[in-house]
Nanobody
Framework: QVQLVESGGGLVQAGGSLRLSCVAS????????VAWFRQAPGKEREFAAG????????YYADSVKGRFTISRDSAKNTVYLQMNSLKPEDTAVYFC???????????????????WGQGTQVTVSS
């Protein structure tokens, strides 16, 4: 099992930036993909970005493409989500999730990920 801890959320004005971090611990050698999902009040959880744990493939939802960048620091077992040009509609709780089965392409549905962090709130004011 893997434990995931997110941090970096907060309140920011529209057009601003935040960087989220997701630190993985435990049996990290089993991880195949790490993804960021987000859930706004009253809405379903949606995929934002994903990255292969071993490096290489990246994938973004259309709603964040060109504004968000996912990356990984293997030495720190950490995945980052750099969020630029934030919009009020980006307001949500952001979760990172770990998947263990090969996904080609990167999975975009919640049921493809087995372990989840507790989430971090991102609020973008207009």
């Amino acid at each position: 099992q893997v434990q995931l801890v997110e941090s970096g959320g907060g309140l920011v004005q529209a057009g601003g930036s935040l960087r989220l971090s997701c630190v993985a611990s435990g049996r990290t050698f089993n991880i195949y993909t790490v993804a960021w999902f987000r859930q706004a009040p009253g809405k379903e959880r949606e995929f934002a970005a994903g990255i292969r744990w071993g490096g290489g493939s990246l994938y973004y939802a259309d709603s964040v493409k060109g504004r968000f960048t996912i990356s990984r620091d293997s030495a720190k077992n950490t995945v980052y989500l750099q969020m630029n040009s934030l919009k009020p509609e980006d307001t949500a709780v952001y979760f990172c999730a770990a998947g263990y089965r090969p996904q080609i392409p990167i999975g975009v549905t919640s049921d493809e990920y087995a372990d989840w962090g507790q989430g971090t709130q991102v609020t973008v004011s207009s």
